[in-house]
């Protein structure tokens, strides 16, 4: 059964905080991406990745950064927290060939005060 | 960039109610896909479209092309079908651009 998993279901931290969120799959996808999800705007994309070390700014990148240093793991860095950061962050990776199907995360509940 | 629009936003039936949501698109997509989250925030996806109809169970999508237009259909519909139901179309390459989501309650 494929997988992806995300560190943590809930987070609460400080504004200027650094925060790490961290999400890995088993499926050895290559494409990664970090969603954000607010109420009413639908899941914005923060980044994703296509290959180790590679890494492209989606629609909202400002205030985030990413790393791939694996295959499998693909992580979201936010370098000072903010409390409009807080969201529903959600992971995913996508399967190409003929069904192109994303799989997503359980989800990170990121809440900053 | 593409502009998806679900309606409606909210959706209350009755146990058994035959449901429509539907989705349009601003600019031409190679696929369009639905989508489906349950409280607690995991997504699944249901179906993946380019052209036609797709039928799974009770949930059938279909889409029309020159229209840019897409709906979500549940037959039967039971409380279990409560849930965020999310469109997403992709215009090529591996990035999907959301709607904002309808979020249905059926009613016992």
């Known amino acids: 059964d494929v997988k992806v998993t995300q560190s943590s279901r809930y987070l609460v931290k400080r504004t200027g905080e650094k925060v790490f969120l961290e999400c890995v799959q088993d499926m050895d996808h290559e494409n990664m991406f970090w969603y954000r999800q607010d109420p009413g705007l639908g899941l914005r994309l923060i980044y994703f990745?296509?290959?180790?070390?590679?890494?492209e700014k989606g629609d909202i990148p400002e205030g985030y950064s990413v790393s791939r240093e694996k295959k499998e793991r693909f992580s979201l860095i936010l370098e000072s927290a903010s409390t409009n950061q807080t969201s529903m962050y959600l992971c995913a990776s996508i399967q190409t060939g003929d069904s192109y199907e994303q799989y997503f995360g359980p989800g990170t509940r990121l809440t900053v005060t | 960039k593409n502009e998806v629009e679900q309606s409606p936003q909210n959706l209350t039936a009755q146990e058994g109610e035959f449901i429509t949501i539907n989705c349009s698109y601003s600019?031409?997509?190679?696929?369009l896909h639905w989508l489906q989250q349950h409280p607690g925030g995991g997504i699944v996806s249901l179906f993946m479209l380019s052209s036609g109809k797709k039928k799974h169970g009770r949930l059938i999508a279909t889409i029309n092309i020159q229209e840019k237009h897409s709906s979500l259909h549940i037959t039967a519909s039971h409380p279990r079908d409560s849930a965020v139901y999310i469109c997403a179309v992709r215009e090529g390459g591996n990035k999907l651009v959301f709607g904002a989501g309808t979020i249905l309650r059926v009613k016992s």
């Open positions: 990745s296509y290959d180790v070390k590679m890494k």
């Open positions: 600019v031409g997509i190679s696929a």
